[in-house]
């Protein structure tokens, strides 16, 4: 059975950070081309934040750039978000995706940005 299970999120104060991860079990993360981080704001449509691709190129929404990394640890099976001065429209459930729309998604987990 194939999972993704993201987790580190939480309620942090702006210009905090946080990490997330998403922990992939069922599959390789490294054998799919691209892995990526979405999220949802309260109201408001999915959207792209982060890209990893096979090859390791990066790329970013350009309302997190200079301020969130995509990584991966293919021995772990894990990518990364690392999210650091964080604002208050950075609050969302935050979603990992391999695989595209109709690849696998994970459950979400909630980033709260609140003073």
């Known amino acids: 059975q194939v999972q993704l299970v993201e987790s580190g999120g939480g309620l942090v104060q702006p210009g905090g950070s946080l990490r997330l991860s998403c922990a992939a079990s069922?599959?390789?993360?490294?054998?799919?081309?691209?892995v990526g981080w979405y999220r949802q704001p309260p109201g408001k449509q999915r959207e792209l934040v982060a890209r990893?691709?096979?090859?390791?190129?990066?790329n970013y929404a350009d309302s997190v750039k200079g301020r969130f990394t995509i990584s991966r640890d293919n021995a772990k099976n894990t990518v990364y978000l690392q999210m650091n001065s964080l604002k208050l429209e950075d609050t969302a459930v935050y979603y990992c995706?391999?695989?595209?729309?109709?690849?696998?998604w994970g459950q979400g987990t909630q980033v709260t940005v609140s003073s």
């Open positions: 990893i691709f096979r090859g390791g190129y990066t």
């Open positions: 069922g599959i390789a993360l490294d054998s799919y081309a691209m």
């Open positions: 995706n391999t695989g595209g729309c109709s690849g696998y």
